[in-house]
């Protein structure tokens, strides 16, 4: 295997690529779906594009961070997904490529974009309401569920006591209260930092477990 070839698939692992998007990638670059069939030149543009998208020597970081004004909500739904045990790798690169497949755009300037980045956006609602039952846009007549934060840490508590339902919640209001660290009486008084406080926690419990059950 040449240094080249070596570097390339180095550059895949630390970038995050999955098989298919990686293949995409390099077709996209070359032509050329393998690095085998592809000219030194060709290997050596491809490691030029890797580069520019953050891929570096070992224990250095080139990556661009996020950034826009689209970039804290699509960060906030990956972690919320990281925590139903749906999305196996919470890095930003693992959201870019996630984003990539949403909108066709390969870099960080789609989180600049509003058309790009609701569509991402919409997508990644999908993607959670459909593998871990999350109810966006839906309160059911509750207060409390109004924010998202809320929306997800009861998806969370239905995936780990799977008969407990709105009326009868099981603990829940006493548990996330505990969680939250005892300064509000009422879920539906709690802010933004307690519900992220509450759903890291429950889900740390849904990892221990194995995840949400789903791809």
């Known amino acids: 295997m040449t240094s080249s070839i070596a570097a390339i698939h180095v550059a895949k692992k630390q970038l995050g690529l999955d098989e298919d998007t990686y293949r995409a990638k390099l077709e996209k670059i070359t032509g050329k779906a393998s690095v085998k069939l592809m000219t030194e030149a060709e290997r050596q543009a491809v490691l030029t594009v890797f580069r520019k998208e953050g891929f570096g020597p070992a224990g250095t970081s080139r990556r661009k961070p996020l950034a826009g004004r689209y970039a804290k909500k699509l960060q906030a739904l990956w972690i919320a997904g990281w925590n139903l045990g749906v999305v196996a790798n919470r890095d930003d690169q693992a959201l870019i490529t996630f984003v990539t497949r949403q909108t066709g755009l390969d870099h960080v300037r789609f989180l600049h974009h509003a058309d790009d980045a609701r569509s991402a956006i919409e997508g ?92």
């Open 124 to 215: 990644l609602k999908r993607w959670l309401a459909r593998e871990a039952g999350v109810g966006f846009g839906n309160t059911n007549g509750y207060e409390w569920l109004s924010s998202d934060g809320a929306k997800i840490a009861w998806a969370q508590w239905k995936l780990l006591y799977p008969g407990c339902s709105l009326i009868v919640r099981q603990g829940f209001d006493q548990e996330v209260l505990a969680l939250a660290g005892g300064e509000v009486r009422w879920i539906g008084d709690l802010k933004a930092g307690h519900w992220q406080t509450v759903m890291n926690a429950l889900g740390q419990r849904i990892r221990d477990r194995g995840g949400a059950g789903h791809g």
